[in-house]
């Protein structure tokens, strides 16, 4: 579980942009950890969450010109049925709003990578790391504690 920096990179809707900028990142050796790419009729928004924020803010400053950073939540989530929903309930519960998440593809029986832009931060990243070291929070959710524990940390 941690708080991490996410790139939004706005880009034309033309063919090899999108190459162009992963290839950027990747000749920097930047790891793209989570990602997901959307579209309107001018331009397209690629989200990214990478291994090393302080390289990839130097890619972007030097290789293009719409770019935006901002904090958002990474954790670990188990490739299984209801694993998102129990952490979307758990947030739901406290209160906190979910304005937009995304994952990683996950190999079945192995971990996915999830990321949230949530309303409280700080909040979010206290409920579901209590949640990972298996404190209960007080709900007797007894469906959800299956999944709960095997949240984990990233390393």
């Known amino acids: 579980m941690r708080i991490d920096t996410q790139f939004s ?7 090899g942009v999108l190459a162009q900028i992963t290839r950027q990142l990747a000749k920097a050796r930047l790891n793209i950890v989570a990602m997901t790419l ?18 990839a803010r130097t890619v972007l400053g030097s290789s293009h010109d719409h770019w935006t950073e901002t904090e958002v939540l990474v954790f670990s989530l188990p490739n299984q049925p209801g694993a998102l929903a129990t952490v979307a309930e758990l947030l739901a519960e406290a209160h906190i709003n979910i304005s937009y998440g995304y994952t990683s593809g996950g190999a079945p029986g192995g971990k996915t990578t999830c990321v949230f832009k ?7 990243a206290r409920l579901l790391s209590k949640t990972a070291a298996g404190e209960s929070n007080g709900s007797n959710g007894s469906d959800r504690r ?3 524990p095997s949240i984990a940390q990233r390393k």
């Open 9 to 15: 990179a706005f880009l034309v809707n033309r063919p």
């Open 146 to 148: 299956k999944v709960r």
């Open 118 to 124: 949530v309303a409280d931060m700080k909040k979010a």
């Open 38 to 55: 959307v579209d309107s009729s001018e331009h397209g928004v690629l989200r990214f969450v990478c291994d090393n924020a302080e390289k």
